[in-house]
């Protein structure tokens, strides 16, 4: 089936540089997502963006954050600066519309600040 | 504000046997998807089956099923013939019908744990 890939799988940083995570979604997807899952909790949604434009944002989105996909390139979530509470995994996911339709989800990159 | 919960945080079964996993959701919105996902030990996210809201009918996808009641804002999902590699965390999610916003809301996650 489609498949949503994320590049790298692990990254590990110092407190207080920049990271930025790639993902690449299902080609003929339109909507695309971020969550964060520290471990052993749920995921919880970050980011959606469409059209170019991010279209809702969650609490967990900080001033730090940023998310771009320049000529439908990947679709990048970066950090900068990183803290030590952005350790976690953070899936991508993909869609084709909003509402009913599943999303797609990436394995996942895990961030390690130390 | 919508809000998924799932309070069993980890369940054991016999291989072959059926297992039910609880979830309760809040939300002000009279339109809504309710979704299962499994995240498998490696990490790996997993669409399972979906539920309409404005659907009466419990949604079946091959072993499993759903036990909506709407009036108890519940949608349990059942494992017929559970095997080995159901053992997974289940993660029951929520999206509120809008054309403007699509986030996805999960609940806490259960594992399940199947044994031989």
């Known amino acids: 089936g489609p498949k949503v890939l994320q590049i790298p799988s692990h990254q590990i940083i110092d407190m207080g540089q920049m990271v930025t995570l790639n993902c690449d979604p299902v080609?003929?997807?339109?909507?695309f997502y971020w969550y964060k899952q520290i471990l052993g909790q749920q995921m919880e949604f970050l980011v959606n963006?469409?059209?170019?434009?991010?279209?809702?944002k969650s609490k967990l989105f900080k001033d730090q954050f940023s998310v771009e996909r320049p000529d439908g390139s990947y679709f990048t979530l970066k950090i900068q600066p990183t803290a030590l509470e952005d350790s976690a995994v953070y899936f991508c996911?993909?869609?084709?519309?909003?509402?009913?339709?599943?999303?797609?989800f990436g394995p996942g990159t895990r961030l390690t600040v130390l | 504000a919508q809000k998924v919960t799932q309070t069993q945080t980890s369940i054991s079964v016999m291989e072959k046997t059926t297992v039910t996993m609880d979830c309760v959701y809040e939300t002000r919105d009279s339109s809504y998807f309710l979704f299962w996902y499994k995240q498998t030990a490696s990490g790996e996210i997993v669409f399972l089956i979906r539920?309409?809201?404005?659907?009466?009918e419990n949604a079946t996808e091959g072993h499993y099923s759903l036990n909506f009641q709407k009036p108890k804002s519940s949608i349990g999902l059942i494992i017929t013939a559970t095997q080995i590699e159901d053992s997974a965390v289940y993660f029951c999610a929520m999206r509120i019908a809008s054309s403007s916003f699509s986030k996805l809301v999960f609940g806490q996650g259960t594992s399940l744990s199947v044994v031989p």
């Open positions: 963006f469409y059209n170019g434009k991010v279209m809702e």
């Open positions: 996911a993909s869609s084709l519309q909003l509402g009913a339709l599943r999303e797609y």
């Open positions: 539920q309409d809201s404005y659907k009466k």
């Open positions: 080609s003929n997807h339109l909507y």
